[in-house]
C-alpha cells in the first residue's frame, strides 16, 4: 500500500511538469504573436552593457530557536548584508535580536507576524546604515514592496505588541525605518526583488486581445523574451491599473502627510521583467529603469541575484548556528 501511493505522487509530479511544458510549447507556436501584443503595450528592450556600480543587498532570517516544558520560547531575527564595489565584496557583521519570553498572545501565529515585520524593518533600517550612508548605487531587498508593507503593518497592528522584546523593538525602530525607506527611495537606490508574485500586470491584456487564455505573468514573457530583454511596466498608465492603497499605522512623528509622500513614492516604483542569462523571468520593482542594467547579470544562480543570494546564505547560516547549538543543549528534545 505504501508503494501504491508513492508511486500514485509519482506519476501526479510528472504530469504536473508535463503540463507545464507542454503549455510552454504550445505558446512557443504563437511567440511571434505574443512578442508583437507585448511590444504594443511596451517596448521590449535589449539590457545595455554598463559599468559597473556599486550594489549592497540585505536579506533575514527568523523563527524559534527554543522551547520548555515550561511554555518559553526563545526567538531570534537575523539579519545580514553584503556589497559589492567593482573588484571587492564588502561583508557586513550580521545582526542577532534575541527573544526570550513566555508566548503571551491569542495565537502562536500573531507572534510569527512581529518577527516577520521585525526582520523586514530590520532590513530596511540595516540597509540604510550599511550601504546607503556609503552611498552605494544600488540596495536590493529580497521581497516586494507590497509584501514588506504589508508585513510591517500587521506587526504593528498586532495584539499585545510589547510583551515581547521583539515586539517592543518593532515599535521602537518603526520611525526611523519608514523614514529610512523613505530616503532610499526618494534617491532611487532601492530595488526590490520578489521572491514569487501571483501579480498580474500584462498576461490579462495580451489574453483578451487573442482570446485565449494567459493568466500569469512568467510563463508568457518566459516566452515572449530572448535572454537579456526587458520590459518596462508601469502599472497606472500603461495599464490603467488602480492604484496599490497602502496601510501603515500613524504614530508620533509619523503624520499623514508623510506617509502620503511615502505611498506615492511607492507606487511610482516601476516594474520591470526581464529573463536572466539563466534563462529564468526575473522581476524588480524600482525607480529608475536604467537599474536593469546594472544588476542583470548578477542574476545567474538558477536566475537567482548573487549578491541576495549571498545576503540570504549569511543570514541563514548564522542562525541555523544558534539553532544548531540550541538542538544540541535542548534537554526536551523528544527526537535523537
Not at 248 to 277: A, H, Q
Not at 294 to 322: H, M
Amino acid at each position: 500500500m505504501a508503494w501504491e501511493s508513492f508511486w500514485e505522487s509519482y506519476n501526479q509530479v510528472n504530469t504536473f511538469v508535463e503540463e507545464r511544458i507542454k503549455t510552454l510549447e504550445d505558446l512557443m507556436t504563437i511567440k511571434d504573436k505574443l512578442r508583437e501584443l507585448v511590444n504594443v503595450i511596451t517596448p521590449i528592450r535589449n539590457v545595455k552593457d554598463s559599468t559597473y556600480r556599486s550594489v549592497g543587498a540585505v536579506d533575514s532570517a527568523y523563527g524559534n530557536l527554543f522551547v520548555d516544558n515550561w511554555g518559553r520560547r526563545f526567538d531570534a531575527v537575523c539579519v545580514s548584508g553584503i556589497g559589492f564595489i567593482p573588484n571587492q565584496f564588502i561583508q557586513k557583521t550580521p545582526e542577532i535580536l534575541r527573544d526570550e519570553h513566555i508566548l503571551g498572545y491569542e495565537e502562536e501565529d500573531d507572534y510569527r507576524r512581529i518577527l516577520k515585520g521585525l526582520a523586514i524593518a530590520k532590513e530596511i533600517h540595516s540597509a540604510k546604515m550599511w550601504f546607503f550612508e556609503m552611498n552605494m548605487d544600488l540596495i536590493l531587498i529580497d521581497d516586494a514592496a507590497k509584501s514588506a508593507i504589508i508585513s510591517i503593518n500587521q506587526a504593528m497592528t498586532t495584539k499585545n505588541l510589547e510583551k515581547s522584546k521583539a515586539g517592543k523593538e518593532m515599535k521602537n525602530i518603526y520611525k526611523e525605518t519608514l523614514q529610512a525607506l523613505y530616503d532610499m527611495l526618494y534617491m532611487g537606490t532601492l530595488v526590490f526583488i520578489p521572491k514569487e508574485s501571483d501579480e498580474v500586470l500584462i498576461a490579462n491584456k495580451i489574453s483578451s486581445k487573442l482570446n485565449r487564455k494567459i493568466d500569469k505573468d512568467y510563463p508568457l514573457l518566459e516566452v515572449v523574451l530572448d535572454k537579456g530583454e526587458y520590459i518596462i511596466i508601469e502599472p497606472e498608465t500603461v495599464l490603467e491599473a488602480q492604484p496599490w492603497n497602502y496601510t501603515l499605522p500613524k504614530v508620533e512623528g509619523i503624520t499623514e502627510d508623510f506617509l502620503s509622500k511615502l505611498f506615492n513614492l511607492l507606487r511610482s516604483l516601476k516594474v520591470i521583467y526581464f529573463k536572466s542569462m539563466a534563462g529564468r523571468i526575473v522581476k524588480i520593482e524600482t525607480y529608475t529603469p536604467l537599474t536593469v542594467n546594472q544588476v542583470w547579470d548578477f542574476f545567474f544562480l538558477q536566475g537567482e541575484n548573487i549578491l541576495a543570494y549571498l545576503a540570504d546564505r549569511s543570514a541563514k547560516y548564522y542562525f541555523g548556528l544558534l539553532k544548531k547549538h540550541v538542538n544540541e543543549i535542548n534537554p526536551w528534545k523528544y527526537r535523537v
